[in-house]
């Protein structure tokens, strides 16, 4: 049964930094490429950076240079690390496969809040 867990988010000031991580069971990931998304309130859920088989990586335009995704060799744990928040980066942030696809299951999110 696939399973994601997202933890790490909380309350943060403007220009400070945050670490998510995601736990995945079932093999969630699979082979595919692995991602985090974010959804802020009254807008859609966004792909915010991804991370391909060996190693490459993509990113939002408005995430490019400070956020860094990264997995471990298991293929169970997906982070991300935060630098220099803005308050347009509070959302909820989730885990999941990249591209979506068929998949209907979401994990709970880790909810990321950055005051001015």
């Known amino acids: 049964q696939v399973r994601l867990v997202e933890s790490g988010g909380g309350l943060v000031q403007a220009g400070g930094s945050l670490r998510l991580s995601c736990a995945a069971s079932?093999?969630?990931?699979?082979?595919?490429?692995m991602a985090w998304y974010r959804q802020a309130p009254g807008k859609q859920r966004e792909v915010i950076a991804i991370?391909?088989?060996?190693?490459?990586?993509e990113y939002h335009s408005s995430v490019k240079g400070r956020f860094i995704i990264s997995g471990d060799s298991s293929g169970n744990t997906v982070a991300l690390q935060m630098n220099s928040l803005k308050p347009e980066d509070t959302a909820i942030y989730l885990c999941?496969?990249?591209?979506?696809?068929?998949?209907?299951?979401w994990g709970q999110g880790t909810q990321v809040t950055v005051s001015s």
């Open positions: 079932g093999n969630a990931f699979r082979s595919n490429s």
């Open positions: 991370l391909r088989a060996g190693g490459f990586t």
């Open positions: 999941n496969i990249y591209p979506i696809g068929a998949r209907n299951y």
